[in-house]
């Protein structure tokens, strides 16, 4: 759904108001939730742990050191900052991850959503990188939608909300999306999150295959008996 939403960024204490251009801003619509979703969804949000990397292996350390330099080359020029493309995508993959998600659609999501701007606000009132509507800060957190603001915050909500989105579709992500938007069933927006999605892709080349040193003695094969 195409919308013309001012982007609207205020330091605190400063006052400033700074507009961007526009993005498809979502407006996730209010829906009555069941005890057991809410407190699921609330549990979901609930454990505030930073987002700190934790791998089974070097290589899957190394996997993810590697689509970290990868993204934070395409994400220069929108954030210029290098520990702060840093803080950002490794929340983003550690959040991503967390709710069951495809890192490059998230990222593509944030990319429609705000432009990957922190204090984005749309015209309905959707807050942050992900356009969280307040409401949701009522539904499953404390109620305080200012937090909404924060980056490891919205990014959990966002994902959560998008996973819960998912689950409702019975995984059929195109409609997840257009919900996710307030625009369920209507292309526009989902196409738009997926061909964003593709400036966002990863897929790890495999480990190019080492030649024998020439410097080293080859092993002796036993001969076998004459």
Not at 48 to 76: K, N, Q, T
Not at 125 to 131: D, E, L, P, T, V
Not at 138 to 158: C, E, S, V
Not at 169 to 191: C, I, K, T, W
Request: a positive charge; aromatic letters at 10%; hydrophobic letters at 40%.
């Amino acid at each position: 759904m195409k919308r013309r939403d001012c982007l609207q960024l205020a330091p605190a204490g400063l006052g400033l108001l700074w507009f961007a251009p526009p993005a498809r801003a979502g407006a996730q619509i209010e829906e009555p939730l069941a005890d057991s979703v809410r407190t699921a969804l609330s549990s979901a949000i609930a454990n505030s742990a930073p987002p700190v990397p934790d791998f089974a292996d070097i290589e899957a350390r190394l996997a993810y050191l590697r689509w970290l330099g990868a993204m934070s080359g395409r994400l220069r020029r929108r954030k210029a900052e290098w520990l702060e493309r840093k803080e950002f995508l490794q929340t983003v993959w550690y959040e991503s991850r967390r709710a069951g998600l495809d890192t490059g659609l998230v990222l593509g999501l944030i990319q429609v959503e705000s432009n990957f701007r922190k204090f984005a606000v749309s015209s309905a009132g959707a807050r942050g990188y992900m356009q969280v509507m307040p409401f949701w800060s009522r539904l499953i957190g404390d109620g305080d939608a200012g937090k909404l603001f924060h980056m490891q915050t919205n990014l959990r909500f966002g994902c959560v909300i998008l996973r819960h989105y998912i689950e409702r579709e019975r995984g059929d992500l195109f409609m997840a999306l257009g919900r996710y938007n307030g625009s369920r069933g209507r292309a526009p927006y989902p196409s738009a999150v997926f061909g964003a999605a593709k400036a966002w892709d990863f897929t790890l080349s495999p480990p190019a295959e080492t030649s024998p040193d020439p410097s080293r003695p080859r092993e002796k094969t036993p001969a076998g008996p004459s």
